[in-house]
C-alpha cells in the first residue's frame, strides 16, 4: 500500500505561482511513476506531468512550459511547480503513484483556483 498526501492549493492570480507537495509513505520503494492529474468540473481527470523513478519527464502540452514536476527521494516527496497559472488551471489536483506491479494509489486531491 502507498499513501498520498498534497498540500499546497489554494486561491491565486491569473499569471501567480504555487507549488503542490505529494508526500509519500508505505511502499514507498514500489513506486515506478509519480505523476499529478488534475479534474476540473464537468471534465474527466487528465495527466497533467508525470516523473518516473529512473528522472524521466513529461508533461501535458496544456502545461509545458509553465510547470515543473519534480522528486526529492530523501523525503518521499514530489511538487508540482505551477507558474503563470490561468484560469483554465482551476481544478482539483491530484497525485497518483503507480507501482512497479501496476497498483495505482491516489492522493485526496487539492483544490486550485485561478481568478482572472
Known amino acids: 500500500q502507498v499513501q498520498l498526501v498534497e498540500s499546497g492549493g489554494g486561491l491565486v492570480q491569473a499569471g501567480g505561482s504555487l507549488r503542490l507537495s505529494c508526500a509519500a509513505s508505505?511502499?514507498?520503494?514500489?513506486?515506478?511513476?509519480m505523476s499529478w492529474y488534475r479534474q476540473a468540473p464537468g471534465n474527466q481527470r487528465e495527466l497533467v506531468a508525470a516523473?518516473?523513478?529512473?528522472?524521466?519527464?513529461s508533461y501535458s502540452d496544456s502545461v509545458k512550459g509553465r510547470f515543473t514536476i519534480s522528486r526529492d527521494n530523501a523525503n518521499n516527496t514530489v511538487y508540482l511547480q505551477m507558474n503563470n497559472l490561468k484560469t483554465e488551471d482551476t481544478a482539483v489536483y491530484y497525485c497518483?503513484?503507480?507501482?512497479?506491479?501496476?497498483?495505482?494509489?491516489w492522493g485526496q486531491g487539492t483544490q486550485v483556483t485561478v481568478s482572472s
Open positions: 497518483n503513484a503507480r507501482t512497479l506491479y501496476l497498483r495505482r494509489f
Open positions: 508505505g511502499s514507498i520503494a514500489s513506486i515506478a511513476t
Open positions: 516523473i518516473t523513478s529512473g528522472g524521466t519527464i
